[in-house]
């Protein structure tokens, strides 16, 4: 059996169907869990409490943990140590092998132009502090705790139906209702974006290939070196829109932060967006023969399902 932990989020739901291969009970755990397979095991926890966790895990040779909180930095202090403790000691307890779906805000600023595996960590802002802190907490369980653990990181992300993907919120969700699109900061830097599916289908490959344990890896991500302003002309066409879009910048943001909590919860991130943000994954493509989605395919899937 291998459990999902956060099983109903963007990335959560395409690993649930990734996994069929590999196993042939697949544990879904949130608070409200639903069906995507159709034979999966739905099991209601509350990942704050150590008990539901460690009930959760029991049984299972690979725990995922992919939830997602609220973006607002109290809840993230408040509750992300919280639940990775609960969920390192539960597969401690139960000799779980756990793989944690990352993201690159730990990294410092000065990798952000080609962020890989061993760039340093010296993350910039308030919550990739806490990236950092639960990356930390994995590699102290691994060396004293026995925990066999992997970090799959993902780039900011998109794809069909991603409620949270950037580039959906940004640019695809508008141009299927004929609005303009946005963007953060400047659109002529690079921003690499990973495709959820790739993403999913290689989360799953990473937790069923012993090898890839004690590691880190970053999640197959088309290797172009495209600018906002070109991600904006692909999904324009795609949608059959002009590539009209429009530019929030920091100052805006900030402005904004006044009025809106999650507006403001933008502003410290814009490091990411005012500069060119490339995310290698070279060492998953070369180790697994695996060939990204390319934007403009993944762009034309994720507009065909709006």
Not at 6 to 26: F, H, M, S, W
Not at 141 to 156: E, F, Q, V
Not at 187 to 212: C, F, Q, R, W
């Amino acid at each position: 059996m291998q459990t999902i932990l956060g099983a109903g989020g963007d990335i959560g739901i395409l690993l649930a169907k990734a996994l069929k291969p590999y196993t042939d009970t697949i544990r879904l755990v949130a608070r409200n869990p639903q069906q995507v397979n159709g034979d999966d095991e739905l099991f209601k926890a509350d990942l704050l409490k150590g008990e539901d966790v460690l009930k959760a895990v029991q049984g299972s040779s690979v725990a995922y943990l992919t939830v997602g909180l609220a973006y607002d930095i109290r809840i993230w202090k408040a509750q992300w140590p919280v639940i990775m403790q609960n969920v390192i000691n539960a597969c401690v307890e139960h000799q779980c092998k756990l793989v944690f779906f990352d993201n690159v805000y730990m990294y410092d600023k000065s990798a952000i132009p080609d962020m890989r595996e061993d760039s340093p960590i010296h993350p910039p802002s308030e919550k990739g502090k806490i990236r950092a802190q639960l990356v930390q907490m994995i590699n102290e369980a691994t060396a004293s705790r026995g925990l066999k653990a992997l970090i799959a990181r993902s780039a900011d992300f998109y794809g069909p139906g991603a409620r949270n993907g950037i580039l959906n919120i940004l640019v695809l969700n508008n141009y299927a209702k004929g609005k303009t699109a946005n963007w953060q900061s400047d659109a002529t830097k690079i921003h690499s974006v990973t495709y959820t599916p790739d993403a999913a289908k290689a989360t799953a490959m990473l937790g069923n290939t012993e090898s890839a344990f004690n590691q880190v890896w970053h999640l197959p991500t088309s290797p172009e070196r495209l600018t906002g302003k070109q991600l904006i002309e692909i999904a324009a066409k795609a949608a059959g829109r002009k590539p009209s879009y429009f530019v929030l910048s920091s100052f805006m943001l900030s402005l904004g932060g006044l009025f809106s909590r999650q507006i403001k919860e933008l502003v410290e991130m814009q490091y990411q967006n005012n500069r060119d943000y490339f995310f290698n994954s070279e060492k998953f493509n070369k180790a697994f023969q695996f060939t990204p989605t390319s934007y403009e395919e993944g762009i034309r899937r994720s507009i065909g399902e709006l």
